[in-house]
């Protein structure tokens, strides 16, 4: 089991090819930067995941592998276990990463010249899925109260064209962290059925949340013969690195499309993939519930500070990932300057709002996923060069 002091740990990454951490400076044109940007974790992987790869280290060989029924087991068992969804071993396709399978779902639910829709901002491989295999990519906003987002459903149905053909869903959001409530997703779901869209909901996030979440799948039978499922277990338990996600497709139909597809990549397991995600799934509950309440830890000291301390910017708690939107517009800064701001002044390196999307101008994002030390870092630098 994860603890405070575990996840308190300052783990240099720094020399290790880690992209947060040594492709920091030169992306974003600074030096001395805290990376609090590209979304990975900074903590250990859970102890039995290390035990697990320790041991298939030591077995020697690694050559091409596959994945057993074990995996799709374990798979299966969290599936049913954290979000009370059935699925069959047959509906699990292996992608190299949710990045690459969002790019095979567009092909596989539409044609090139067609539309996909977008709810933005949003993360910002969305649209890149679309527009690199010749769709376009049809943006449009979520209804926003403050910091408060939903569906416009309004406004998806005037988006609605000829040739639109999918809607692409982020669930939980990144960035803004909403938890998507049943009711909410429902309605969705109604306006793809009438439409007759397809549904490729990214719910890579669906473990790190601080309220229930309701997977897509298993609402409406009929969008779930339409439905596209992209999970992994690298966000809930850091191993982006082993480049594992669960594709979930119940149509035979479908699946066989996105296969096809997927199969002229010639992507295969690590291997590792096998060991690191049966001790994750099947060993590891413990340590994720000791993450989340970390995570919220480090939620609760950043937005209560800039609540209390910091009344230029705006910020609300994310009900899932660990990634927080703060809206900076009360700087009064263009984006440019803002990012200009945050890099020569305060030293900090923070996602900029507009790789989500135009409706992130004047927004970053924050990844709070690190030891409490470097979120109290992150705060001091803030305050000298706010207050």
């Known amino acids: 089991m994860g603890t405070t002091e575990e996840f308190d740990r300052v783990v240099e990454r720094r020399g290790t090819g880690a992209i947060k951490w040594d492709a920091v400076d030169a992306s974003f044109g600074g030096q001395d930067l805290l990376p609090m940007w590209i979304a990975d974790m900074d903590f250990p992987a859970p102890p039995r995941v290390r035990e697990a790869l320790s041991a298939r280290v030591e077995q020697g060989?690694?050559?091409?592998?596959?994945?057993?029924?074990?995996y799709y087991d374990a798979v299966i068992r969290w599936m049913d276990?954290?979000?009370?969804?059935?699925?069959?071993?047959?509906?699990?396709?292996?992608?190299?990463?949710?990045?690459?399978?969002?790019?095979?779902?567009?092909?596989?639910?539409?044609?090139?010249?067609?539309?996909?829709?977008?709810?933005?901002?949003?993360?910002?491989?969305?649209?890149?899925?679309?527009?690199?295999?010749?769709?376009?990519?049809?943006?449009?906003?979520?209804?926003?109260?403050g910091l408060d987002y939903r569906f416009d459903l309004a406004a998806l149905e005037e988006a609605v064209g000829p040739r639109t053909r999918a809607l692409m869903l982020c669930s939980p959001h990144n960035p803004v962290g909403r938890v998507w409530e049943r009711p909410e997703l429902e309605e969705l779901a109604r306006f793809c059925r009438v439409h007759g869209l397809a549904v490729i909901a990214d719910e890579i996030h669906s473990d790190l949340v601080f309220r229930p979440h309701t997977s897509f799948l298993g609402l409406d039978p009929e969008m779930d013969a339409r439905t596209i499922l992209c999970t992994a277990p690298t966000k809930t338990f850091n191993l982006a690195g082993i480049q594992d996600s669960?594709?979930?497709?119940?149509?035979?139909?479908?699946?066989?499309?996105?296969?096809?597809?997927?199969?002229?990549?010639?992507?295969?397991?690590?291997?590792?993939?096998?060991?690191?995600?049966?001790?994750?799934?099947?060993?590891?509950?413990?340590?994720?519930?000791?993450?989340?309440?970390?995570?919220?830890?480090?939620?609760?000291?950043?937005?209560?500070?800039?609540?209390r301390e910091l009344p230029q910017l705006r910020v609300q708690a994310p009900q899932g990932t660990y990634l927080v939107w703060v809206d900076c517009s009360g700087l009064g800064l263009e984006p440019d300057a803002l990012q200009r701001f945050l890099v020569e002044e305060c030293r900090l390196a923070l996602s900029d709002g507009r790789d989500f999307g135009p409706d992130g101008a004047g927004f970053v994002r924050v990844n709070l996923a690190c030891p409490r030390s470097m979120v109290e870092e992150c705060l001091r630098r803030l305050k000298a060069h706010l207050r």
């Open 61 to 70: 060989v690694y050559g091409y592998s596959r994945l057993s029924p074990a």
């Open 246 to 307: 669960n594709i979930i497709i119940p149509d035979a139909a479908l699946r066989r499309r996105y296969k096809a597809i997927a199969a002229k990549s010639h992507a295969m397991p690590s291997a590792f993939a096998e060991a690191a995600v049966t001790a994750a799934y099947d060993q590891s509950e413990d340590w994720l519930e000791a993450l989340l309440a970390y995570l919220a830890g480090n939620i609760d000291l950043f937005c209560g500070t800039i609540r």
């Open 81 to 145: 276990r954290r979000h009370r969804i059935h699925v069959e071993p047959s509906w699990i396709c292996f992608a190299a990463g949710v990045v690459s399978a969002l790019g095979i779902a567009v092909q596989a639910v539409s044609e090139p010249g067609d539309d996909i829709l977008i709810p933005s901002p949003v993360y910002g491989p969305f649209y890149k899925a679309a527009e690199d295999f010749g769709r376009r990519a049809v943006s449009v906003p979520l209804a926003r109260d």
